[in-house]
Nanobody, 121 residues
Framework: QVQLVESGGGLVQAGGSLRLSCAAS????????MGWFRQAPGKEREFVAA????????YYADSVKGRFTISRDNAKNTVYLQMNRLNPEDTALYYC??????????????WGQGTQVTVSS
């Protein structure tokens, strides 16, 4: 079992950028596919991006394709989400998740606590 901690969220203006990080600790010798999800107030949690264990394949929601990039550095036990050209519709609590299947979905086994991203107009 691993623990996930997200960081890097904050308040940005529309058109700006943020890079989110998800650091894993605990049993990091166990490999997992990773994913990023987000949940806005009153909305269901939705998929954002996913990456395989070694980062050889990625998958993105249509709403973020071309703007967001998921990557991972297994030596640092960290997965990233580079977020560019942010707009107010991207405002949400962002979570990272880990599971043994790809792409990771909302039923993933392990979740972080979330980091807030707020985009002002």
């Amino acid at each position: 079992q691993v623990q996930l901690v997200e960081s890097g969220g904050g308040l940005v203006q529309a058109g700006g950028s943020l890079r989110l990080s998800c650091a894993a600790s605990g049993r990091t010798d166990s490999s997992y596919a990773m994913g990023w999800f987000r949940q806005a107030p009153g909305k269901e949690r939705e998929f954002v991006a996913a990456i395989t264990i070694i980062g050889s394949s990625t998958y993105y929601a249509d709403s973020v394709k071309g703007r967001f990039t998921i990557s991972r550095d297994n030596a640092k036990n960290t997965v990233y989400l580079q977020m560019n050209r942010l707009n107010p519709e991207d405002t949400a609590l962002y979570y990272c998740a880990a599971d043994k299947s790809f792409p990771v979905d909302v039923s993933a086994r392990i979740w972080g606590q979330g980091t807030q991203v707020t985009v002002s107009s």
